[in-house]
């Protein structure tokens, strides 16, 4: 399968899925900002890679606006080149309105991610020449006073069958980009990753989230993934 497709019957498979309280709002970029996400992956997306980065799910300031994970816009626009028509979610929260590639709020998860790479290598293609960046769930969740909720708070009953979608879709990429390494970014992330791949041969491990909840990611972010993707033993770190 191609990513497009792994992206279309992931759709296929969530569409049925409902939320309720204390979700109020759930938004779907792999939808509304699809543009952004194909174009993403026809400027990046073509395998193989030796490496690659897995984050829980899209941000309300990243991916939400833009499409395309850790989509901080700015980033997007100004490293990633990436120019896409975004449309707006079913049902919009009015404290999270999508602004798409113009939003000017920074993401800064997203802007850690890329600021990093953009330091480490220079250009895009570089980077994508050895890496690949993805989200193991493609939807943001809200609760009513717009506070972002992550996909582990879900009841079992919600979890459950999103999770076995996401799995499904996460191994059908690996098998797709067959990476030596799958790296979590965040430790739910390298969670999910070692479930679903305990048998495939790879070597899986993660780095700390860049977010700014996170205490860690605020005292050398990028000087933390350098270290631990150097004890994977990644080569160049």
């Not at 992931?10 to 939808?31: D, K, M, Q, R, S």
């Not at 690659?52 to 300031?61: K, Q, T």
């Not at 480490?120 to 293609?125: E, I, L, Q, S």
């Not at 193991?136 to 972002?148: D, H, I, K, Q, W």
């Amino acid at each position: 399968m191609t990513c497009r497709e792994i992206i279309d019957d992931l759709l296929e498979a969530i569409g049925p899925l409902t939320f309720g309280p204390p979700v109020t709002h759930v938004y779907n970029p792999l939808i509304y900002a699809r543009e952004g996400y194909d174009q993403y992956l026809r400027r990046y997306g073509d395998p193989p890679r030796e490496v690659l980065l897995v984050g829980m799910n899209p941000g309300p300031w990243g991916m939400a606006q833009t499409g395309a994970p850790f989509g901080d816009a700015a980033m997007v626009r100004d490293w990633l080149g990436i120019e896409a028509a975004v449309g707006k979610p079913e049902k919009e929260h009015p404290e999270r309105p999508v602004m798409g590639l113009e939003c000017d709020r920074r993401e800064v998860s997203g802007r850690r991610l890329w600021a990093w790479a953009r330091e480490r290598f220079k250009t895009p293609d570089r980077f994508f020449a050895r890496f690949f960046v993805l989200n193991y769930c493609p939807l943001v969740f809200m609760e009513a006073s717009g506070r972002n909720r992550t996909p582990d708070k879900l009841p079992r009953a919600e979890k459950d069958p999103l999770f076995t979608a996401c799995d499904r879709a996460l191994r059908q990429t690996v098998d797709y980009f067959d990476p030596d390494y799958v790296v979590g970014v965040g430790a739910f992330a390298e969670k999910r990753a070692a479930a679903v791949l305990s048998d495939a041969g790879r070597v899986v491990g993660g780095v700390t989230h860049p977010s700014p909840a996170n205490p860690r990611a605020n005292k050398g972010w990028a000087e933390q993934v350098d270290a631990a993707l150097g004890d994977l033993g990644i080569p160049g770190f």
